[in-house]
């Protein structure tokens, strides 16, 4: 079982879970409404690590998210400890979380996640900070948000055997030396499959994005709304009345559970629409990417940047006995004339990764210039314009009092 964290020097070697915090529990990432019905419900943390279980015993306390009153979160002020002197903390072990509402007589899940420990390890003595989304029952992902610190505690005479980073990788002592040499080496490389791991195996993304602004939309008395392509997973901003400059700031999230390489060939598409036309001919702009380009990134982010919409490509279609014409994505490397511009922030995460603020709107003066913080598709080509400015005369120009 899991103790409650003491404070003071530790002298045996320990993991211990604090500054627990839960956000938006009880919202499905189908539904786009927020529940507020456990509110008034106590809520428990349980922590899973090695077959040893912990409980908090402090109900949580509700209030409202520092940087979003709509937002509710729930903060445990305990902390828990899990004892490592007998069972050393291995870099396949997991951290399991889960969160319950108290009922009569079953207790509700909320959510729950797993944390791994690699970076815990390495930054052996040193709080990691987690923040993750969390999944229900059957695994599929919520929008709830759990953030948390783990921290792995060694005493001062076990930190001093640590292995140096350039120490060879360390073999399990197992081989027979009566084996002869092929099966010898055979062996050997069981052994270092069992020591090493490998993280190969589907993991927790995140895809954030943040539609912020768009400009210079081309077309008359038109009503825009963006869609954002992730994959297979589509999300759609609200609709901006006639205007040209329609401004608004909301936040998506992705959710994924694949490995790298699946992840970075998973395209990321912007397309503005103009709501007040036709569905098949309503298309005014669209932009591609995928996720490879944007995980490249510092810091795999891609902070308030405009991005140029390229015009789609028109094609005619027999419609109700009518010929009309249509609008279709070009592909990628085939570009058009710009038709306006798209203000974007956009973040890949793993998990347990904490994710850079996007609420800065407007930024800098020098990220607001369109020209000098530019995304655009290859073959996109902006139109060019030049400006002529011609003095013919002055009059009635007051003399200088200075001589």
């Known amino acids: 079982m899991a103790s409650q964290a003491s404070s003071g020097n530790k002298t045996k070697p320990c993991l211990v879970i604090s500054d627990i915090e839960a956000r938006n529990l ?30 908090t015993n402090d109900p949580g306390t509700w209030g409202a998210v520092e940087d ?39 207790d509700k899940l909320l959510g729950k996640t797993e944390l ?30 759990l953030k948390c610190s783990l921290q792995h505690i060694c005493p001062e005479a076990a930190t001093e055997k640590q292995v140096s980073s350039n120490a060879p990788i360390p073999v399990k002592d197992t081989v027979n030396t009566e084996l002869p040499l092929f099966e010898k080496s055979e062996q050997v490389v069981k052994d270092l ?78 397309e ?28 795999h982010t891609v902070l308030r940047k405009w991005i140029v919409l390229a015009e789609p490509l028109e094609s005619k279609k027999i419609i109700q006995g009518e010929t009309v014409t249509t609008k279709n994505h ?28 996007l609420d800065n709107l407007a930024g800098s003066l020098e990220e607001d210039d369109i020209e000098s913080n530019l995304l655009h598709l290859p073959g996109v080509s902006l139109s060019p314009a030049v400006f002529s400015l011609k003095v013919y005369k002055a009059v009635d120009i007051p003399q200088s009092m200075e001589t």
């Open 193 to 270: 499959h069992k020591t090493i791991y490998f993280a190969e195996k589907p993991r927790d993304f995140e895809v954030r994005i943040k539609v912020i602004e768009a400009r210079h939309i081309v077309g008359r008395n038109i009503s825009p709304v963006v869609r954002v392509t992730v994959g297979e997973i589509k999300k759609q901003t609200r609709v901006k009345h006639t205007t040209n400059q329609p401004f608004f700031n909301q936040t998506f999230s992705f959710i994924f559970n694949t490995k790298f390489q699946e992840l970075f060939e998973q395209d990321i598409k912007f």
């Open 116 to 145: 791994p420990v690699t970076d815990v390890i390495n930054r052996r003595g040193q709080k990691v900070d987690f923040e993750v989304n969390l999944h229900n029952g059957n695994g599929n992902p919520l929008e709830a948000i």
């Open 330 to 357: 070009q592909p990628q490397g085939v570009g058009g004339e710009a038709v306006g511009f798209l203000k974007v922030s956009m973040v890949v995460l793993e998990a347990g990764m904490s994710a850079p603020s």
């Open 26 to 55: 009880g919202v499905d990432a189908s539904k786009e409404h927020k529940s507020k019905e456990h509110k008034s419900k106590e809520q428990y943390v349980t922590v899973t690590l090695k077959g040893k279980r912990g409980k």
């Open 68 to 106: 979003d009153d709509s937002k509710l979160c729930t903060k445990w002020k305990e902390s828990l400890e899990f004892d490592l002197a007998k069972d050393e903390l291995q870099r396949e072990d997991f951290v399991k979380i889960k969160i319950f509402q108290s009922a009569l007589f079953l």
């Open 272 to 299: 503005v629409f103009d709501s007040r036309r036709l569905r098949f001919n309503s298309l005014i702009g669209f932009y591609k990417c995928d996720v490879r380009e944007v995980y490249n990134f510092e810091g």
